[in-house]
């Protein structure tokens, strides 16, 4: 009986042992709680590197926002600036003494001193050695002051040389610009094209550039004075 009991305890702790053993189910589940943790450690690092590259892209995105805040401040404050400085310029040409030039304003005005000023200068610098008494008489209706006094000079000068070697003087004036128009008083600048002729000579040509100072009188545009540039 003794020796029976022994063997059956035997038995039983061996089969006690064996059940832990290799290729038992003990073993097995153990194993693949072992693998699961392994797996989880080897993944941790992955995790991290993902949530490395998370923050870096967030910090990219971040600094990306800013950017485009920062452009789009700058892009405002350079609009602002323009909006200030066209402010100013339509504030100088409404001010004094600007708005007084109504060759800034007054287009019709402007026009018609432009037209009447070209006709009269086209009038009395052209002349032909007949014609040369008319020409002064119709000068004396549209130049006055100094201008008229310079123009009686000028005749006085060239009349025996225009009659003698029959000079013709043809004169277009071919772009006039008012520089100031104040109620009566102008001030323009002409450009002239000019071509003379001595006999059956043929003709020259000449450019001129005049500065004229006009002034209105009973409605008619009179040249004051006439300097050459």
Not at 38 to 62: K, N, V
Not at 63 to 70: D, I, Q, S, V
């Amino acid at each position: 009986m003794a020796a029976g009991s022994r063997a059956g305890a035997s038995e039983s702790g061996a089969a006690e042992a064996g059940g832990d053993g290799p290729g038992t189910r003990a073993w097995e589940d153990r194993a693949d709680r072992a693998d699961r943790a392994a797996g989880e450690d080897q993944a941790d690092p992955e995790a991290g590197e993902d949530a490395s590259a998370g923050e870096t892209g967030g910090r990219r995105r971040f600094g990306g926002r800013r950017l485009r805040a920062t452009a789009l401040a700058v892009l405002a404050a350079v609009l602002v600036l323009a909006g200030c400085g066209f402010f100013y310029r339509a504030h100088e040409l409404r001010s004094a003494p600007a708005a007084e030039n109504r060759a800034l304003t007054d287009t019709a005005a402007t026009t018609r001193v432009a037209g009447d000023i070209a006709d009269d200068l086209a009038r009395v610098f052209s002349y032909t050695p007949d014609g040369l008494d008319a020409t002064e008489r119709s000068a004396r209706t549209v130049l006055t002051g100094r201008a008229a006094r310079q123009y009686t000079q000028l005749i006085d000068r060239i009349r025996a040389d225009v009659t003698k070697q029959r000079v013709t003087l043809s004169t277009q004036v071919v772009r006039t610009g008012v520089i100031r128009l104040d109620g009566d008083d102008a001030r323009l600048l002409v450009f002239l094209d000019q071509v003379s002729r001595r006999g059956k000579a043929a003709g020259a040509s000449a450019a001129a550039q005049l500065t004229i100072t006009a002034h209105r009188e009973n409605g008619q545009w009179r040249i004051v004075d006439i300097t050459t540039r």
